[in-house]
């Protein structure tokens, strides 16, 4: 009887080896199979130039939802915080024109994903397809946009953003 009995574990052992091994191979082959093209996708996205419209539109709206303002992010040239203001800098036929919304920087920030608006400062975002010149200075760069007259500063925390989308503009 006892033979039997370890017969019997004996053998479900060895069926278990037989049937749980290659499925666990499977598992593992699969799972790092996944991981890899996840991998290839991320790499893939962060070497393709972003695609968006510059037609698109920013819009604001006010607190009851009217519009407000609405411009193309081909035409913005920077945004400057103040406070809960924020000064948006964008051309015009030949002009450069200010306005003043009442929004925050980060609502604004949520609103430019994927575009090439980005922030380099505290107080400023910057679109990067009308930087026409930077400088290398003390605690940072500092920007030059085409037709504005102010030099737009990028801070030590936003430093390494500012410079792999340069690197990824030059390389393009």
Known sequence: MADTIFEFWDTLFQVGLVVIVPYALFVWYSEIKYRFSEFEHIQADKNEPSNHDPNKLLVFHDHSGKMIFAIKFSQLLYVKSAG???????????????????????????????????????????????????????KGYAV?????????????????????????????
Request: hydrophobic share 35%; aromatic share 10%.
């Open 144 to 172: 030059q946009i085409q037709y504005a007259s102010e030099m737009v500063p990028v801070s030590s925390g936003f430093k390494t953003v500012f410079e792999e989308i340069l690197q990824q503009k030059v390389s393009h």
């Open 84 to 138: 809960n203001y924020l000064e948006l800098y964008y051309r015009k036929e030949d002009e450069t024109l200010m306005e003043l919304i009442r929004a925050s920087i980060k609502e604004l920030e949520d609103k430019i994903v994927g575009t090439d608006v980005i922030r380099i400062h505290r107080s400023f975002l910057v679109n990067m397809e009308r930087v026409s010149s930077f400088k290398k200075t003390r």
